[in-house]
Nanobody
Framework: QLQLVESGGGLVQAGGSLSVSCAAS????????IGWFRQAPGKEREFVAA????????YYANSVKGRFTISRDNAKNAVYLQMNSLKPEDTAVYYCAASALQALTYQVFSYEGTYIYWGQGTQVTVSS
């Protein structure tokens, strides 16, 4: 079982950068896919990015590709999401989540139902 805690959210101007982190406690962190999802007010939660257990496979949503970078440090039980060139439409609560599946397809990484452990979320607000 994993417990996930996000941090690093905040308020930033459009065009700025922000990094959010996901700290995990529990066993076998390095066997889990870790994904970032976000939920804006009045909208459904959506996939942002995900990284495989060893960092060898990464997927991004088209809306963030080229602007966001996901990475992980298994020695620290942490996953990071570096967000650059932020836009007001990036405003949302950002969640990290863990999946125990071993498949490496975009469908698995991006599907919310794949993930069994979720953090409480961190608010990211981008002002125009």
């Amino acid at each position: 079982q994993l417990q996930l805690v996000e941090s690093g959210g905040g308020l930033v101007q459009a065009g700025g950068s922000l990094s959010v982190s996901c700290a995990a406690s529990g066993r076998a962190f390095n066997t889990y896919i870790i994904g970032w999802f976000r939920q804006a007010p009045g909208k459904e939660r959506e996939f942002v990015a995900a990284i495989s257990w060893n960092g060898g496979t990464i997927y991004y949503a088209n809306s963030v590709k080229g602007r966001f970078t996901i990475s992980r440090d298994n020695a620290k039980n942490a996953v990071y999401l570096q967000m650059n060139s932020l836009k007001p439409e990036d405003t949302a609560v950002y969640y990290c989540a863990a999946s125990a599946l071993q498949a490496l397809t975009y469908q698995v990484f991006s599907y919310e139902g794949t993930y069994i452990y979720w953090g409480q979320g961190t608010q990211v607000t981008v002002s125009s």
